[in-house]
């Protein structure tokens, strides 16, 4: 069983930032690609961010890019989301998932571990 450890939410005020981490312990985190996905309360799952094994792919939502980063530090089996300009409709608990191969996709169908979610709450 693999683990995901998420941590870094909270409450930020529009236009904040914030950076999400999220930890995988184990000796095959560099061989999985990466997703950060989120739901808010009464909807679906929906995608943020993913990242192939070696960051040579990123991709984003359309609703994320340009405001969000996600990077990977193999050395440190850890993935982040930095988020920036965020507004109240970023609200929802964020997740992240791993992807026993190195292709990403935006489907969390096709994600095989999820982490325990991280709140982020967007509000003055």
């Known amino acids: 069983q693999v683990q995901l450890i998420e941590s870094g939410g909270g409450l930020v005020q529009p236009g904040g930032s914030l950076r999400l981490s999220c930890a995988v312990p184990?000796?095959?985190?560099?061989?999985?690609?990466m997703g950060w996905f989120r739901q808010a309360p009464g909807k679906e799952r929906d995608f943020v961010a993913a990242?192939?094994?070696?960051?040579?792919?990123?991709y984003y939502a359309d609703s994320t890019k340009g405001r969000f980063t996600i990077s990977r530090d193999n050395s440190k089996n850890t993935v982040y989301l930095q988020m920036g300009n965020l507004k109240p409709e970023d609200t929802a608990v964020y997740y992240c998932?791993?992807?026993?191969?190195?292709?990403?996709?935006?489907?969390?169908?096709?994600?095989?571990?999820w982490g325990q979610g991280t709140q982020v709450t967007v509000s003055s």
């Open positions: 990242i192939s094994y070696s960051s040579s792919n990123k």
């Open positions: 998932a791993a992807r026993t191969t190195a292709i990403i996709s935006g489907r969390p169908d096709q994600y095989d571990y």
């Open positions: 184990g000796r095959t985190f560099g061989a999985y690609a």
